[in-house]
């Protein structure tokens, strides 16, 4: 792992919330919070429902914007703006994987419909870390 991919990893390593930009019907953004998890080559997950706006504006769209990170500053915290492509999975092996029994709260269980996971597949990372100017790039 590069020195850059270690900062990275120290803001993705744990479920966080995050801003999510989809593109709507209409054709502008639309921003809305999820919980995203990672994995160590950065695809980010996240649960929703099939019946949800994003759902929708992700199958029409799949390329997507996410900002997470520390956001308490001044501290020394850093942030990331992730540009990527989303997917939608809603096999019964995939939603029996990441499925978390807080979610009774939404969804009847990991064979509810409605339930579905949406990986994100970055394509750009750019962290931002405190006091400066320009980001450092991961990936295109």
């Known amino acids: 792992m590069t020195e850059l991919e270690e900062k990275i990893w120290n803001v993705l390593n744990k479920p966080q919330t995050a801003a999510l930009a989809t593109i709507s019907a209409g054709g502008a953004p639309w921003v809305r919070y999820v919980t995203i998890r990672a994995d160590m080559d950065f695809t980010l997950n996240f649960c929703t429902a099939l019946s949800t706006r994003k759902a929708s504006e992700i199958a029409a769209n799949p390329n997507i914007h996410l900002t997470c990170g520390d956001l308490l500053p001044p501290d020394g915290s850093a942030y990331l703006q992730i540009a990527g492509r989303a997917e939608i999975r809603s096999d019964a092996a995939t939603r029996s994987k990441y499925w978390q029994e807080g979610w009774r709260r939404?969804?009847?269980?990991?064979?509810?419909?409605?339930?579905?996971?949406?990986?994100?597949?970055?394509?750009?990372?750019?962290?931002?870390?405190?006091?400066?100017?320009?980001?450092?790039?991961?990936?295109?």
Do not use: Q
């Open 106 to 140: 939404y969804f009847s269980g990991p064979d509810d419909p409605d339930y579905i996971i949406v990986f994100v597949h970055p394509s750009r990372i750019e962290y931002n870390a405190p006091g400066a100017l320009m980001p450092e790039v991961w990936g295109k």
